[in-house]
């Protein structure tokens, strides 16, 4: 079962919806994320995700230069019953015995993502200011370039750090099977 889960429709990325993992090499490093532009109602959610990552090991790091990675994510409700709520994991410095690095249960029961859609601002995307807000204040040094991405200073060298502990981790409903 190969391939892309939904091939041919430009609302959901090919690349983030692949049934099988890459063949390349991921490096190891730690993936921060913000959401902002959050809209909802009782059949509806929308966002924007802003990210980055840092990796282990000192090198290029084209998640920081420049700072542009972010993607909108839309979904609907398809039943009544919107799914059973995760339990909330409310500390980052702690590892919860019921985690799960890959959720063991249907997060998006009674959901249907509609679009999932990476920001590119040369295709006329628009990346929300929330997410140059975050970005400004994870690295005040960046400055914006004439298409408006923040871009480091001369000589800047990416930072490196130890993968973190996943936060928030994957807690499953509390009455799963």
């Known amino acids: 079962m190969g391939g892309e889960a939904h091939p ?3 609302d959901i990325e090919y690349f983030m919806t692949a049934h099988e993992a890459e063949n390349g090499t991921q490096l190891p490093g730690t ?7 959050f809209e909802s109602t009782e059949a509806s959610l929308a966002a924007t995700v802003c990210n980055y990552s840092i990796f282990l090991q000192a090198g290029t790091n084209i998640s920081l230069n420049p700072l542009n990675m972010a ?19 409310t500390d980052p410095a702690r590892q919860d015995p019921r985690a ?12 249907k993502i509609t679009k999932l859609h990476y920001l590119r601002r040369l ?8 997410c140059t807000d975050w970005w400004q204040q994870q ?9 408006g991405n923040l871009v480091p200073p001369p000589g800047f060298e990416p930072p490196t750090m130890p993968v973190a502990v996943q936060y928030p981790e994957w807690i499953g409903p509390a009455n799963s099977e």
């Open 123 to 130: 295709d006329g995307d628009v990346i929300p200011q929330g």
């Open 71 to 89: 993607f909108r994510i839309e979904l609907e409700r398809t039943a009544d019953d919107p799914g059973q709520p995760g339990i909330p994991d």
């Open 8 to 10: 041919g429709d430009p």
């Open 100 to 111: 799960n690095r890959v959720p063991t249960w249907n997060v998006f029961e009674g959901w």
């Open 31 to 37: 993936s921060f994320a913000h959401i902002t532009a």
């Open 139 to 147: 690295f005040p040094a960046f400055a914006a370039n004439a298409s």
